[in-house]
């Protein structure tokens, strides 16, 4: 059974672009979640979707935004880069996000902003 | 909100010996999920050990085993016999729900260095 998928693994953009990453979930997850990465942050949550709804949502500012299909594929925007959105954008995938289950990333997309 | 603290920034053990990562949160709630994960250079975060606040009983995956103390918001790993293949980023990480719908809350991690 494949992982989760993300893609691009590597992006260099430059301040003022807007940027779309891409995540496919193992087969059968109807749960999407997207982390950011940075060394000053660290790991922070982003948001959540589940059959085509953000169910959660982070403390990130609305230049990120997502959205997933019906086929549980996800993607996350960024629009108007700015230097501080360079980070390793991690994915995660369940079933449905209940209690028992078990979240698996992905390897992540390297973002940077120049 | 939840907070976790990871008070290691770096750790350094010796090939097939033990040590101790600790993890420190403050939540509110009585009801909640703390989990461990590994990040190799590889980048990809992997469960390395789930712990039920409701359990009394220590969580324990072969080598990796915790210590959770619930009155103390404490929750620290133990690894035994360590191998060359255990050095990574290790990530303390609380959850509201456990299979972290809700998003989880990830401690600034800790960096194990595994010396031969």
């Known amino acids: 059974k494949a992982g989760v998928t993300q893609t691009p693994r590597y992006l260099i953009k430059t301040r003022g672009q807007q940027v779309t990453l891409s995540c496919s979930p193992i087969?059968?997850?109807?749960?999407v979640s997207w982390y950011q990465q940075t060394p000053g942050q660290g790991l922070q949550f982003l948001f959540e979707?589940?059959?085509?709804?953000?169910?959660n949502k982070g403390n990130f500012p609305g230049r990120f935004s997502g959205r997933q299909f019906s086929n549980s594929r996800s993607e996350m925007n960024v629009s108007t880069l700015e230097l501080g959105d360079s980070a390793l954008y991690l994915c995660?995938?369940?079933?449905?996000?209940?209690?028992?289950?078990?979240?698996?990333f992905g390897s992540g997309t390297q973002l940077s902003v120049l | 909100a939840q907070t976790v603290t990871q008070s290691q920034p770096e750790m350094s053990v010796q090939e097939a010996e033990t040590v101790t990562l600790s993890c420190t949160y403050d939540?509110?709630?009585?009801?909640?999920?703390l989990f461990w994960y590994k990040q190799p250079p590889s980048r990809q975060m992997i469960l390395v050990i789930r712990?039920?606040?409701?359990?009394?009983q220590n969580a324990t995956e072969n080598r990796f085993s915790v210590n959770f103390q619930k009155a103390a918001k404490s929750f620290s790993l133990k690894i035994s016999d360590s191998q060359l293949g255990d050095a990574a980023m290790y990530f303390c990480?609380?959850?509201?729900?456990?299979?972290?719908?809700?998003?989880?809350?990830f401690g600034k991690g800790t960096h194990l260095i595994i010396q031969p």
């Open positions: 939540t509110s709630e009585s009801d909640y999920y």
């Open positions: 995660a995938s369940s079933l449905i996000g209940g209690l028992d289950e078990k979240l698996f």
């Open positions: 979707y589940f059959s085509e709804t953000q169910r």
């Open positions: 712990q039920e606040a409701y359990k009394q």
């Open positions: 990480a609380y959850s509201d729900s456990g299979g972290g719908a809700d998003g989880l809350t």
């Open positions: 087969s059968g997850h109807r749960s």
